[in-house]
């Protein structure tokens, strides 16, 4: 579902989500089941190893996941999604991510990921969402 000013619902998700734009979570384009989200690492996102701690990168991937399965309208979450980390992220790097739905089919859905910096892949993700019925 998107307006006519080209905002789908997955807009008015992001609008209301804290947790992502307090990370600084950047939402780039949503609609049609796809996503572009984006993130610079900061200082607070690294681990002991002084590389970007791998829930944050879990957490753009899903963030952009979230954005491409809601951009239809219904409300709907996640029920399942995993992640392989490909190369480690640092400190002042922009990660992308994009999401593309690759079934849906009743009230399920299953998305792809990409996390890169600049043309790099440095993760891969799928989730599995589920619109929520009528009652919640």
Do not use: W
């Not at 572009?36 to 690294?46: F, I, N, Q």
């Amino acid at each position: 579902m998107t307006a006519g000013d080209g905002r789908s619902a997955a807009h008015a998700m992001f609008d209301a989500d804290v947790a992502s734009k307090g990370l600084g979570i950047e939402l780039v384009s949503a609609g049609d089941g796809a996503a572009v989200a984006r993130m610079r690492v900061t200082a607070a996102m690294l681990n002991g190893h002084a590389i970007g701690h791998g829930g944050f990168v879990f957490l753009l991937a899903d963030t952009a996941f979230a954005l491409a399965c809601n951009s239809h309208g219904p409300v709907t979450v996640a029920a399942g999604g995993e992640i392989s980390f490909l190369r480690p992220v640092r400190e002042g790097d922009l990660l992308e991510a994009t999401a593309t739905e690759r079934t849906r089919y009743g009230r399920s859905g299953i998305y792809d990921v990409t996390v890169r910096r600049d043309d790099e892949v440095v993760a891969e993700f799928r989730g599995r969402s589920r619109t929520l019925s009528g009652d919640g």
